[in-house]
């Protein structure tokens, strides 16, 4: 899945995944340093497309550091 189709996904879900993603993609950020709490938000409202996500960020080299 391209960037673009992910974040057009992403604008249907119940959280702010998109707003990760885009930041990562425009700031070229090999890792985002976000709560624990909002990883757990995100896993909950919408597991699938938390796991899009986590997907994308695997193909790209990015990661998710939680704090």
Not at 35 to 58: F, H, S
């Amino acid at each position: 899945m391209t960037t673009d189709e992910l974040l057009l996904t992403l604008k249907e879900s119940k959280t702010d995944l998109g707003r990760l993603v885009e930041t990562m993609q425009r700031n070229q950020l090999p890792n985002l340093v976000v709560p624990a709490t909002a990883v757990r938000a995100w896993q909950e409202r919408d597991p699938q497309a938390w796991a899009m996500v986590c997907d994308w960020l695997a193909t790209q080299g990015k990661g998710v550091v939680q704090i």
